[in-house]
Structures are given as C-alpha cells and as structure tokens.
C-alpha cells in the first residue's frame, strides 16, 4: 500500500489489478440513471397499482404519471410493463 501511496504523491499512476478488474466487469454493466419519483412509480407499478392510483398516492396527475411511465419504459429499454419491472428487479431499482 505504501508503495501506491508514494507513486501517487509523486503524481504518477499506480496500477491495481483488482480495480482494473473491478472497472471492467463496470463497464459492461447497463447502468439506468432513473430520478427519485420515476424509481417511486417504477415500485408502485411493481406492486400492481393502476396509474390512477398512483397519481393519488403521489398527489399528481393521471398525465404525469403517464409520462413516468413512458419515460421508466424508455430508460429501461423495455418494450412493456412486464419487461419493465422484471429490468427493475434485476437492477434493483425495486424495493
């Protein structure tokens, strides 16, 4: 370790097997960037509510929550509801 923290301080680059392994498993990761109300809506989906309810739950309208819908099946990649909350639980994006 001392070693890495010397050629660091030196402004050099100190390379680690394990993070470069680390690294590159990451980058073959599909990564979903999903805002806090769309992960809200991805698990009230999950849990089986209609959109209606949801936009009670969450004091929005029907619209609004349509465009989450819309917008999770796009990030997700997903060509419907089933296949978004099955990405969702593989993601763990649902609690």
């Known amino acids: 370790m001392l070693a890495g923290i010397e050629t660091v301080a030196r402004g ?43 936009a009670d739950m969450i004091f929005r309208d029907v619209e609004t929550v349509r465009t989450h819908r819309r917008n999770l099946l796009i990030k997700l990649n997903a060509k419907n509801t089933a296949v978004m909350v099955k990405k969702g639980y593989e993601m763990k994006l649902i609690w």
Do not use: M, S
């Open 12 to 54: 050099e680059q100190f390379p680690c097997e394990e993070i470069n392994l680390l690294l590159k498993e990451r980058r073959n990761e599909e990564v979903v960037w999903l805002t806090n109300r769309e992960k809200e809506v991805l698990n009230y989906i999950a849990e089986g509510y209609a959109t209606k309810e949801i």
